[in-house]
């Protein structure tokens, strides 16, 4: 299994871009990288997947460098509903090889 | 409406007996998944099934079972060995193998008396 670490937590103001990055030194050559955001009493939701380089949609960018090894998930002009936690995910979920973690709790202020 | 159901929202059982929660999922979905969720940490996963009639342990299975006899439903029963079942538990499922997103239910908080 991929091991991933992230901060705990991070706080941010209404307006900003926010950056989380998560590590995965051992992540292997056939692993994707993806991303979740989940609020309290909720389950999470898909946020973003990517393999390389850089993807972007509608809600986030993730940005992945050559060598793999970290990943920063990127949120524009963040706002007080964005607060919530972020998981960063490596491996192949669907055959139970890759675990949440404790995740970064994102506080974003007014 | 596609999506995975889960019930009851909260559960209340006392301690020594066997609860049963419920998943049901429309997406056609070939994986399912259940993970525990306690206080301020992330989830673990206790089983998946990645197929009907057939399902493995995650890292946390001790005082759980499951069954998949039918596509559209994946059953957790936390049972009496539990040692700490109160908890938030998440249902979830994706598509076929590899590396899809997974959807959740809405999920069911269990507390033990």
């Known amino acids: 299994l991929a091991k991933t670490t992230q901060p705990i937590s991070m706080d941010s103001y209404e307006g900003q871009e926010v950056n989380i990055t998560c590590s995965h030194n051992?992540?292997?050559?056939?692993?994707?990288i993806t991303w979740y955001q989940q609020f309290p009493s909720q389950g999470p939701r898909f946020i973003i997947q990517?393999?390389?380089t850089k993807v972007t949609n509608e809600v986030a960018s993730l940005f992945i460098p050559a060598d793999r090894k970290s990943s920063t998930l990127s949120l524009p002009r963040v706002s007080l509903s964005d607060t919530a936690v972020y998981y960063c995910?490596?491996?192949?979920?669907?055959?139970?090889?890759?675990?949440f973690g404790d995740g970064t709790t994102l506080t974003v202020k007014p | 409406d596609g999506g995975i159901t889960q019930s009851p929202k909260y559960l209340f059982r006392k301690e020594g007996q066997n609860v049963t929660l419920s998943c049901e999922q429309n997406?056609?979905?070939?994986?399912m998944y259940w993970y525990r969720q306690d206080p301020g940490q992330g989830l673990r996963l206790i089983y998946y099934?990645?197929?009907?009639?057939?399902?493995q342990k995650g890292d946390i299975a001790e005082g759980y079972s499951v069954s998949r006899e039918k596509k559209e439903s994946f059953p957790l029963t936390v049972t009496s060995a539990q040692k700490n079942p109160t908890a938030f538990y998440l249902c979830?499922?994706?598509?076929?193998?590899?590396?899809?997103?997974?959807?959740f239910g809405p999920g069911t908080r269990l507390t033990v008396l």
């Open positions: 979830a499922s994706s598509m076929g193998t590899g590396y899809n997103e997974q959807f």
């Open positions: 051992n992540i292997a050559t056939n692993d994707y």
């Open positions: 990517g393999y390389k």
């Open positions: 995910l490596v491996g192949e979920t669907n055959a139970g090889k890759s675990t």
């Open positions: 997406l056609n979905h070939d994986a």
């Open positions: 099934s990645q197929i009907v009639n057939d399902f």
